[in-house]
Nanobody, 122 residues
Framework: QVQLVESGGGLVQAGGSLRLSCAAS????????MGWFRQAPGKEREFVTT???????VYADSVKGRFTISRDNAKKTVYLQMNSLKPEDTAVYYCAAGLINGASSRYAYQYWGQGTQVTVSS
């Protein structure tokens, strides 16, 4: 069982930066692939990025070059550094854990956090 708690969301101007954190419980954190998804009002939840248990990363085209995912297995925490933010990045951001490395489908992730709101003003 894995419990996930996101933090770090907020309001930022376009062009600004935010860093999201996702703290996990459970002894097997290092074996999980960790992902970030986001959901804007009226839209489907979409893949943002994932990091494998071995540290390899995959990014959605919309965030490539602007966002960076990382993990600290000792702290059981995954991070999402978001730079050059745009208004279209506004969404609730969710952290997720799963056992399939490199997956971009939400159905590959078994555990989810409660989400944190990111709002980018123009």
């Amino acid at each position: 069982q894995v419990q996930l708690v996101e933090s770090g969301g907020g309001l930022v101007q376009a062009g600004g930066s935010l860093r999201l954190s996702c703290a996990a419980s459970g002894r097997t954190f290092r074996t999980y692939a960790m992902g970030w998804f986001r959901q804007a009002p009226g839209k489907e939840r979409e893949f943002v990025t994932t990091i494998t248990s071995g540290g390899n990363t995959v990014y959605a085209d919309s965030v490539k070059g602007r966002f960076t995912i990382s993990r600290d297995n000792a702290k059981k925490t995954v991070y999402l550094q978001m730079n050059s933010l745009k208004p279209e990045d506004t969404a609730v951001y969710y952290c997720a854990a799963g056992l399939i490395n490199g997956a971009s489908s939400r159905y590959a992730y078994q555990y989810w956090g409660q989400g944190t709101q990111v709002t980018v003003s123009s």
